[in-house]
């Protein structure tokens, strides 16, 4: 299982930052990973999503589960065949004007090839995307 954390200072508010998070449907905008996410299911503070990542000619298309506890946590979840696990889990501290946004990432693969490739990939991959996150929330989330 490869797994990853990281913690960083945003100059944003909690609230901005957990917002941001939460909106996965923009991801593709800003996180150069992601070809496609889309929300398929709502009920309450939990959505359902099919996701596709994607580098150079491989692509992996996935479903996720995401609960939100608002503005401070996020919780991100698969049940689906590619995975053995994968957890996803944010959190978000105010800290005066800014906001301590610590993500910790577990993934693990059926595949032991595609598992390699996530070993050697998940910790810049992982840094990469908190800092798209982090530029985006102090650009104003555009």
Known sequence: MTMHRDSRLIRCP???????????????????????????????DTYW????????????????????IPSSRIEVTSADDLFRS???????????????????LKWELKSRALQR???????STARTMVAAFQARAERGGR
């Open 86 to 104: 994968f957890v996803i889990q944010w959190e978000f501290t105010p800290a005066r004007t800014s906001c301590r946004a610590s993500v910790a």
């Open 49 to 68: 999503t099919e996701q596709e990542l994607g580098l150079g000619p491989v692509r992996e298309r996935f479903r996720t589960r995401t609960d939100l």
């Open 117 to 123: 490739a996530i070993d050697l990939l998940l910790p």
């Open 14 to 44: 909690a609230e901005d930052v957990f917002a941001l998070v939460a909106d996965v449907e923009r991801y593709p905008e800003f996180l150069s990973l992601w070809r496609q996410a889309r929300i398929y299911e709502r009920e309450g």
